[in-house]
């Protein structure tokens, strides 16, 4: 029988009050990301997952 999969990731103090601040206010994604996001979307739709 399977094993369920336990996580390891457990963040405590600023490390968890800086990623629910990240979560409730996300930061707008730069020019670069943008066009990283769009040479990613290019290359998917060059290469689509069956």
Do not use: C, W
Request: hydrophobic share 35%.
């Amino acid at each position: 029988m399977a094993r369920p999969i336990e996580l390891g990731l457990i963040l405590e103090g600023e490390d968890a009050e800086e990623f629910l601040e990240d979560i409730r206010n996300p930061k707008k994604p730069t020019k670069e990301q943008m066009e990283m996001f769009r040479e990613a979307i290019r290359i998917y739709k060059e290469h689509p997952v069956s």
